[in-house]
């Protein structure tokens, strides 16, 4: 059994890991998002300066969770699209929410980034699967 993802559906499911990050920490849940993380609009043109880093360091975590997620979708042997979206969701459910969870109580974190994050890899997680499904 060949368990090795297809090298291009791995970058093109950490693209999309990186934009749907984008739309969801950037857009959809930018105010609440900076407000829980304690960030005041003077802090910006600092934050700004490590932005390109933590861009960077998103988009490559963004590949090793596609690359991984695909070796257990292969794994599974999941074929289509919706099982493996099954197979991110219980991806999510063991690992993605599990260590969310344990930040959160013992890292006394704002009770919306479980919220903010935990949504994130709840959408995350499921389309990687997906992709990693039907493009082997």
């Given at each position: 059994m060949n368990l090795v993802p297809n090298v291009l559906a791995t970058l093109v499911g950490g693209a999309i890991y990186w934009v749907i990050g984008g739309a969801w920490y950037a857009v959809i849940f930018s105010k609440p998002y900076q407000a829980a993380l304690g960030f005041s609009e003077d802090q910006w043109p600092q934050l700004k300066k490590s932005m390109p880093i933590a861009l960077s360091l998103f988009l490559i975590s963004g590949i090793l969770s596609s690359y991984v997620i695909g070796r257990i979708v292969l794994v599974a042997n999941a074929a289509t699209?919706?099982?493996?979206?099954?197979?991110?969701?219980w991806i999510w459910v063991g690992f993605g929410i599990t260590i969310i969870v344990n930040l959160q109580v013992f890292e006394h974190r704002p009770k919306p980034?479980?919220?903010?994050?935990?949504?994130f890899y709840l959408i995350a997680f499921p389309v990687l699967g997906g992709i990693m499904a039907i493009w082997k």
């Open positions: 699209f919706l099982q493996g979206m099954i197979v991110g969701l980034m479980l919220w903010i994050n935990g949504a």
